[in-house]
């Protein structure tokens, strides 16, 4: 202390002592900090606070189960607790809105679905939040194909069946979805738009009553996530005309895709990921997606993922953004060009 306070009474050359003395403290000083930085990062981070995880759907969807597994694993990782939040309502708008407004400090994250950060912008109007820029994209989850299905009394054998019979009698055979906005409704419009047949399209709340109907035969067809009509169509009491998926599936390997059987451009994957509020640090949202990623590795999180029907994927944050960018892009489009409305 008594270099800092006092003046130097020594030889005139010892004002340059210390003068180099006082810089060599202050580098070993920094050097001290920048070593100490890593350790204190991986610690007790975000100093204990608790963090909410926000799933803007009801509890028990694949968003919600997973996302508990996840979430649970993270809070292990940074020592502190993560509570999951069910914020449910508006096609998930809700809990996205709520987000948004969030403190921009890591300590609020959403984990949500394709539908409110990339279709229900362009489908329900003005929103109380920027699906892009009112968020810093942390990490896609999964993704989830989807199998076009019809009730295994209906006629149709293979997707030209199912859309001859539409062209010849338009506006007469509906098709399910688990709610507007939602990525079941967007499938079906897509289909609309690239075979020029006209469907009737039934909302539901939620998937499960919708597959519900179309196995009773109230409705001719749904875009179903795997993982829900799988067992139906093992059982019988559904039949498989096409995968929404890239390649084929390994447990449906006789169906063949969307793209196989004429569609094109028709790879359609629902995705969850997690968002954290605009202006997060950058830090914290490396941060979360390393400790994100590293859950998406347990065995027992591939495990949960395989029942659910989720593809894991990770990535980094710009990847995430960029196919939240392109699914907007490509969804906005298909809403304009069918004149879709929130009904």
Not at 286 to 294: D, P, V
């Amino acid at each position: 202390m008594t270099d800092f306070l006092s003046p130097p009474m020594r030889h005139p050359g010892a004002a340059g002592i210390g003068r180099r003395n006082l810089v060599a403290s202050a580098g070993a000083l920094l050097l001290h900090s920048l070593g100490l930085a890593p350790a204190l990062a991986q610690s007790d981070w975000p100093a204990g606070k608790i963090i909410t995880w926000v799933v803007p759907y009801p509890p028990g969807g694949s968003t919600d189960v997973l996302g508990r597994n996840v979430a649970q694993r993270v809070g292990t990782a940074l020592g502190t607790n993560v509570i999951v939040d069910n914020k449910a309502g508006a096609t998930g708008t809700i809990g996205a809105a709520y987000v948004a407004k969030a403190a921009p400090d890591g300590t609020t994250l959403l984990g949500t679905s394709i539908g409110p950060q990339a279709i229900a912008p362009h489908l329900m109007g003005k929103l109380p939040y920027d699906p892009i820029a009112g968020f810093e994209p942390v990490v896609t989850i999964g993704t989830i194909p989807h199998i076009l299905v019809v009730g295994a009394d209906q006629p149709f054998k293979t997707v030209a069946d199912l859309v001859a019979a539409a062209k010849a009698q338009p506006g007469q055979l509906a098709f399910a979805s688990g709610g507007n906005g939602t990525i079941l409704q967007m499938q079906g419009e897509l289909l609309q738009q690239q075979t020029g047949a006209r469907f009737i399209h039934v909302p539901y709340k939620g998937d499960t009553p919708a597959l519900q109907d179309t196995l009773a035969g109230q409705v001719q067809f749904l875009f179903a996530p795997v993982a829900a009509a799988l067992p139906h169509v093992q059982a019988g009491k559904l039949r498989a005309l096409a995968v929404t998926s890239g390649q084929r599936l390994k447990a449906l390997p006789a169906v063949p895709t969307m793209g196989e059987v004429g569609m094109k451009d028709f790879v359609v994957e629902q995705w969850q990921a997690v968002f954290a509020p605009a202006k997060t640090p950058a830090a914290v949202v490396q941060r979360l997606n390393h400790e994100i990623n590293s859950a998406l590795k347990d065995p027992a999180v591939v495990s949960l993922a395989d029942k659910l029907g989720v593809t894991l994927v990770g990535g980094t944050p710009k990847q995430l953004g960029d196919l939240q960018k392109a699914d907007s892009a490509k969804w906005a489009k298909v809403i304009k060009d069918g004149n879709i409305k929130a009904e």
